[in-house]
């Protein structure tokens, strides 16, 4: 890219090539041809089919500018014009930040309504990131958060995987992340300790309802003797919380979390006498669950 420069580098970089494939038959040349070239941002203008700039999308690209991970900008030369296809919110990123050239990929031969199907279907073939490769991603990249939570998961005889029916193996990765970030690392690492301990071997109680709700209970009242009384009670608990969904409504996470830790404390109170020293509080009767 250049800033503040009007002289363009050499175009051409990238051409479409007519090598054969290895069986030796020859490729038939596509309609559309693709080259990467230096443009001026002044020369690019935005597609009729273009969705609306977001103000703020702009300005968090500013604000966190990195050109190596901007990429390249998608445009149709067409009639003599450039007509921007992906990059809207770049592109103006750019303009702000004082660029006056852009590395982009450059389609001709293209209608108008081809660059409206190519905006509409350019993110079919695109696979997204899954959390379990961000946070793979952040290990390797010294995340000090990926790298935290990874210490607790090991301490714990825990790692993240795709799995989703493993005990020892957790799927919820984001979920990981949001005990960690709204109750801390030792909540993080108290909770993975008395589900280990409590529930070894049984693959719901590392979904994500259950981390949830035994976080929400630890924070709450803090490890207390929870194996010893939930220890064999598991499917109880988990068939309560199920019912009360179905009775109440799937809420969001939060109120999720709350129903399950208020059904962890109905179990851990019952054999206790009602004015017994040994109960714990009920969350507030506005959030019971059944």
Known sequence: MQKNKEKKPSKKILTDSNATKNT??????KHTTQKVEYIALNLIEPGIYQR????????????????ARLGMLIASSRD????????????????????????????????CVDEANFFRNQDKNKRFLKPIDLFNAGLVANDEQCLKINEILKSNGFQVSK?????SEIAAVNTLFEIYNEYGHRVLDDTLRIIAKTWHGLSKATQ???LLGVAEFVNRYGMVDFSERLCSKFTTIWNHYTEAL??????????NRKKFCRVL?????????????????LIGEEEAVA
């Open 246 to 255: 179905q009775m109440r409504g799937v809420g969001g996470s939060r109120s």
């Open 265 to 281: 404390v109905e179990h851990y109170n019952k054999g206790f006498p009602n004015k017994s020293k040994g109960r714990l509080k």
């Open 208 to 210: 994500s309802e259950c």
């Open 163 to 167: 799995a989703r029916n493993r005990f």
């Open 24 to 29: 030796g038959d020859p490729i038939v040349p």
């Open 52 to 67: 609306q700039t977001i103000p703020s999308v702009v300005t968090g690209i500013v604000k966190h500018f990195d050109e």
């Open 80 to 111: 003599g014009k450039f007509y921007l296809i992906d990059g809207a919110h770049r592109l103006s990123a750019l303009r702000t930040l004082g660029y006056t050239h852009a590395l982009c990929i450059v389609l001709t031969n293209m209608t």
